[in-house]
Nanobody, 125 residues
Framework: QLQLVESGGGLVQPGGSLRLSCAAS????????IGWFRQAPGKEREGVSC????????NYADSVKGRFTISRDNAKNTVYLQMNSLKPEDTAVYYC??????????????????WGQGTQVTVSS
């Protein structure tokens, strides 16, 4: 059964860091771009970052450029999102998703077909 499971969320103070993990089972990540999305209460789901199947291409939302880094370890079937210099406005449920594409690093939710259950990130003092 195809499954994506996020972990690593939690409560962190402004300026702090967290690393999210997205572990895949039931399929091999090697052939898919993987994206991270977030959704805050009352807001639409937004694309945060995406990485191509090889890891050679990445894409970031302007709001996280320079603070977040996406990476992948295909041997572990896992994608990571390192989040530094966190701000209160980063508070949201974070989801990972499997792209319809191998190389295209889209941030549009319509380009993704399989989603995890999400992990809560709260940035607050």
């Amino acid at each position: 059964q195809l499954q994506l499971v996020e972990s690593g969320g939690g409560l962190v103070q402004p300026g702090g860091s967290l690393r999210l993990s997205c572990a895949a089972s039931g399929f091999t990540l090697d052939y898919y771009a993987i994206g991270w999305f977030r959704q805050a209460p009352g807001k639409e789901r937004e694309g945060v970052s995406c990485i191509s199947s090889s890891g050679g291409s990445t894409n970031y939302a302007d709001s996280v450029k320079g603070r977040f880094t996406i990476s992948r370890d295909n041997a572990k079937n896992t994608v990571y999102l390192q989040m530094n210099s966190l701000k209160p406005e980063d508070t949201a449920v974070y989801y990972c998703a499997r792209s319809l594409w191998e190389s295209q690093v889209s941030l549009s939710p319509t380009d993704f077909s399989s989603w995890g259950q999400g992990t809560q990130v709260t940035v607050s003092s």
